[in-house]
């Protein structure tokens, strides 16, 4: 299992988001979020919470994404005031699965995250997981 850094950065953010989803491992993409954060993953499902998060994620690990790639692309970084900053980062996954098993070929997906800085480093306190048009 893989774990986040111990102080998150919006810098390093986005490789700690992917070396969680390269291991499927929910909880330590979930541990990115903050305790009340709101997500709406790829699927389109919707979360409430920190431990709704990793519930999503397990069940899109086990089905769409069993095994689904995500490859870093291009990430823009804004601040917004004291403490608070946006994030807009570009992957691009291969490997998910139609719901009858076939391959969905390449997909461009973009993680569009508000992020805000607490006494132990930054977290996402909401973010959108969309596929690209």
């Known amino acids: ?8 950065t919006p810098q390093s953010l986005p490789r700690a988001f992917a070396q969680a989803w390269g291991a499927r491992d929910a909880a330590a993409l979930a541990a990115l979020f903050a305790e009340d954060a709101d ?3 790829l699927t389109g499902a919707a ?7 990793a519930e999503v994620l397990a069940g899109e690990f086990e089905g769409a994404f ?7 692309g291009r990430g823009k970084l ?3 005031g004291q403490g608070g ?6 992957y691009v996954l291969s490997g998910i699965l139609n719901p009858d098993g076939s391959d969905a070929g390449r997909v461009g997906a973009l993680f ?3 992020l805000e800085e607490g006494p132990s480093g930054w977290s996402i306190v909401a973010a959108q997981f969309v ?3």
């Open 85 to 90: 900053a946006v994030m807009l980062q570009r």
């Open 66 to 72: 069993a095994r689904a790639r995500l490859v870093t």
């Open 39 to 41: 997500f709406l993953s």
């Open 1 to 8: 299992m893989s774990a986040p850094p111990e102080v998150l």
């Open 131 to 133: 596929a690209e048009a």
């Open 78 to 80: 804004r601040p917004v």
């Open 112 to 114: 569009a995250a508000t």
């Open 47 to 53: 979360a409430e919470g920190r431990r709704a998060i």
